[in-house]
């Protein structure tokens, strides 16, 4: 699909006026789930969720067929201060992997019968490094944006965002420090692996590229400034999804940074979007936290790619099979007490 923007300014009225969630389908799931044949509240967090994803599909009462697991690539001009484990050369290495099916999260996405596509973007073309000026142009910017938009299949009934972009986690944590405040060491981790010496060239890096912007608290502009064109691109595919109303699992770190400016230039407009887990990297928990999520699972995982999200689309599948399949007390017999 096209885009409907190729301006910063059209994009930023897309954040501003999105569409919530379809209240009387919610209150109609409210309604089934409490004759479900349990006792009230015994399925936990997955009878809400249930109802959430209900009420963004508009059915009281609905199926998960078609999710779609998007993995956008970048590179990062940062990378040439060591600020990763791994040369830039394995972004497109990542790439031919994942469409050869051999990464992570395409066995995930098979287990939980999701489709995965993969989005590369420039991937001989790095940002610009950000300690020394901005990493894309408004140009670049908006291209990303729409790249993720586009990604979006607009029959998909659950997205989930993620990416490949070796010294990503760096360009996250100068974007989450940016909007967050605190000190750099706060937001920064070990990534693929980093030394005790690349966490410091890292943070010292996050540091420097923040103070060159001191003050700025425009997201987008805090986007285009540290970016990342994948980081850039999930987020662009997050609010594609909120205007076709599907609901989105957030997966790791970097993809938490590319939600978390969405929702400091739009509060609520990660509505549609839940936290699929919370990983090892250092600062995943205080960027859910500051995303006012909770995650559904925490298995230690630090990989991107969406992996954590992905694994998450079987929580949610089983509270929609149970919500949407379950017969009620009436329908099996059973005594309401
Ligand atoms: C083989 C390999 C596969 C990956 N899949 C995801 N990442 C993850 O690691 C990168 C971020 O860590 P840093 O900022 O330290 O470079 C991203 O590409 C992220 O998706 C990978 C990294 C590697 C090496
Ligand atoms: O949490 C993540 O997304 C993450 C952590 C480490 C490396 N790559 C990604």
Request: net charge negative; proline share 0%.
């Given at each position: 699909m096209t885009a409907p923007f190729d301006d910063l300014s059209t994009f930023r009225v897309l954040l501003a006026e999105r569409p919530g969630p379809d209240t009387a389908a919610i209150a109609a799931a409210e309604a089934r789930d409490a004759q479900l044949t349990k006792p009230a509240g015994a399925l936990g967090r997955l009878e809400e969720l249930a109802i959430w994803y209900a009420g963004w599909r508009g059915d009281a009462r609905p199926r998960m067929e078609r999710p779609q697991v998007a993995v956008f690539a970048g590179n990062h001009g940062v990378v040439a201060r060591g600020v990763s484990a791994f040369p830039a050369a394995v972004t497109a290495q990542m790439v031919g992997n994942f469409e050869a099916g051999g990464a992570a999260v395409n066995q995930l996405a098979q287990a939980f019968g999701a489709r995965m596509t993969a989005h590369p973007i420039d991937l001989d073309r790095p940002t610009g490094d950000f300690v020394e000026g901005p990493a894309m142009s408004e140009a670049e910017l908006v291209d990303a944006l729409a790249i993720g938009w586009n990604a979006v299949d607009p029959e998909a009934d659950l997205f989930v965002a993620g990416e490949m972009g070796i010294g990503n986690t760096c360009s996250a944590a100068a974007i989450a420090h940016a909007l967050e405040g605190g000190r750099a060491e706060d937001w920064t981790g070990r990534g693929t692996g980093v030394d005790d010496a690349g966490l410091a060239r890292k943070t010292e890096a996050v540091a420097q590229g923040v103070a060159r912007i001191a003050?700025?608290?425009?997201p987008l502009e805090v986007l285009r400034q540290l970016g990342g064109r994948e980081i850039a691109a999930m987020a662009g595919a997050i609010l594609a999804a909120r205007h076709h109303r599907i609901p989105v699992i957030l997966d790791g770190f970097i993809c938490c940074a590319a939600a978390l400016v969405l929702h400091r230039a739009a509060p609520g407009a990660l509505d549609h979007a839940v936290a699929g887990h919370q990983g090892a990297e250092a600062a995943h928990a205080r960027l859910i936290d500051a995303l006012g999520k909770s995650p559904l699972l925490s298995l230690g995982l630090r990989l991107g790619e969406a992996s954590g999200a992905t694994l998450a689309i079987g929580v949610l599948k089983g509270a929609i099979a149970c919500h949407s399949g379950m017969a009620s007390f009436a329908e099996a017999g059973v005594s309401d007490g």
């Open positions: 003050g700025e608290k425009d």
